[in-house]
Nanobody, 125 residues
């Protein structure tokens, strides 16, 4: 079965860094566009960043541009999110997602078919 499993979340101080991973299985990873979304308490799920199937193109929400970096290793079926200069407003559950048969950057959550269980990121002040 298709599985996406996030890891790497935790508690960090403002200004710190964290690296999230998403291990994929059960599908042809290299043929899927991938993305990261997040949801804070009392808010709707929001787009964070996305990457094309081969990794040549990326897109970022304005709130994280310059601080977060998305990458993928198709040989390892793994998606990454490097988060630097973390702020308390980055606190949320972070989800990775896969969009089948899409090669470019995908920012609409409706285009994603598979989702991970999420990992909690908490940034203290």
């Amino acid at each position: 079965q298709v599985q996406l499993v996030e890891s790497g979340g935790g508690l960090v101080q403002a200004g710190g860094s964290l690296r999230l991973s998403c291990a994929a299985s059960g599908f042809t990873f290299s043929s899927y566009a991938m993305g990261w979304f997040r949801q804070a308490p009392g808010t709707e799920r929001e787009f964070v960043t996305a990457i094309s199937s081969i990794g040549g193109r990326t897109g970022y929400a304005d709130s994280v541009k310059g601080r977060f970096t998305i990458s993928r290793d198709n040989a390892k079926n793994t998606l990454y999110l490097q988060m630097n200069s973390l702020k308390p407003e980055d606190t949320a559950v972070y989800y990775c997602a896969a969009a089948p048969r899409r090669l470019g950057v995908v920012m609409d959550s409706y285009d994603y078919s598979y989702w991970g269980q999420g990992t909690q990121v908490t940034v203290s002040s």
